[in-house]
């Protein structure tokens, strides 16, 4: 497994957040999260990462305690795009990819010619060679989105977590952004979670869905079995008709109105 859950139950203070997850994840799958706002779907990625520990239950990684690795050794693992990480000091974006390979380097160490190769591949992959010496606070909202999610992605790690990371990108920067994550997860057999708010958009992009309500994962399996209208009305109260869109090539979902 990637990741176990047990038992795992999360609270800030007396109010209780993620209750009763019991979960396997093996790898190389894009997991959607999905569910109603303040559900748990970001608390429940900051258990995956450690930002956040339970009071109660059991997170492993790889077959042990996630509490047993480091901080630098997740740094190895995972990658993080958060919902609204903002990049509040005047580095140039070159400089703010770099440090995208700073748990790799060793203590004081700059990063080498092989850190740098990675950072001009991805800088050309995701179309941010002419920002690179740009000021990431002279950036628009979206364009820095895009360097922080580059960030993530020159940090090459088996596991790349998404919180609703291409939600303030125009739809061309957030397929291709999303396109590069499948290439590789396809070619690397990376594990992915994102979550999502745009429900056609999981439909297109995840292997399997998890569904949140109310602090629990009320369902999850692969996204043609679970992503059901059934479903849908269980999680979000909606009513929705679901099909297979040959143009998409992927399940997709239209909504009564
Ligand atoms: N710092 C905090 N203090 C108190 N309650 C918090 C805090 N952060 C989050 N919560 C509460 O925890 C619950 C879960 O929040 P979380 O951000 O995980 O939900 P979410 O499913 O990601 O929501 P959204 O779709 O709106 O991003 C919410 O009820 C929220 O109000």
Same mark, same amino acid.
């Given at each position: 497994? /990637? ?11 007396? &109010?209780? *957040? ?10 190389? !799958? ?19 990462? !450690? ?22 050794? *997740? ?10 990480? !903002? ?21 004081? /160490? ?15 992959? &995701?179309? @941010? ?30 596991? @790349?977590?998404?919180?609703? /990371?291409?939600?303030?990108?125009? *739809? ?26 745009? *429900?056609? @958009?999981? /439909?297109? #992009? ?11 994962? =009320?369902?999850?399996?692969?996204? &043609? ?6 479903? =849908? ?21 239209? #909504?009564?109105?």
């Amino acid at each position: 497994m /990637a990741f176990s859950m047990k038992d795992v139950h999360f609270a800030l203070g007396e &109010t209780s *957040i993620l209750e009763d997850i019991n979960i396997d994840l093996p790898p190389g !799958r894009i997991y959607g999260i999905l569910g109603p706002n303040g559900s748990g779907k970001s608390t429940w990625l900051d258990l995956l990462i !450690r930002h956040r520990v339970p009071q109660q239950g059991m997170v492993e990684y790889n077959g042990h305690p996630l509490g047993s690795y480091s901080r630098k050794q *997740i740094s190895k693992e995972m990658a993080l795009v958060p919902q609204d990480y !903002r990049l509040n000091f005047p580095f140039q974006v070159l400089e703010v990819l770099l440090m995208g390979r700073y748990p790799f380097l060793p203590r004081f /160490a700059s990063p080498g010619s092989r850190d740098l190769d990675i950072v001009r591949e991805v800088m050309q992959k &995701t179309g @941010l060679e002419k920002f690179q010496d740009r000021m990431v606070t002279e950036l628009s909202g979206g364009e820095r989105q895009r360097v922080v999610f580059a960030r993530a992605l020159v940090q090459d790690t088996p596991v @790349l977590i998404l919180d609703e /990371a291409t939600a303030s990108l125009d *739809i061309k920067h957030g397929l291709h952004l999303l396109s590069l994550v499948r290439q590789k997860n396809q070619q690397a057999r990376t594990t992915v979670f994102s979550v999502f708010q745009d *429900i056609n @958009l999981a /439909a297109a #992009f995840c292997s399997h869905i998890i569904f949140f309500k109310q602090g629990r994962i =009320l369902l999850h399996g692969p996204t &043609t079995e679970v992503l059901t209208p059934q479903n =849908l009305e269980r999680v979000f109260d909606v009513r929705a008709k679901v099909y297979f869109d040959d143009y998409a090539q992927s399940t997709q979902v239209v #909504f009564k109105v």
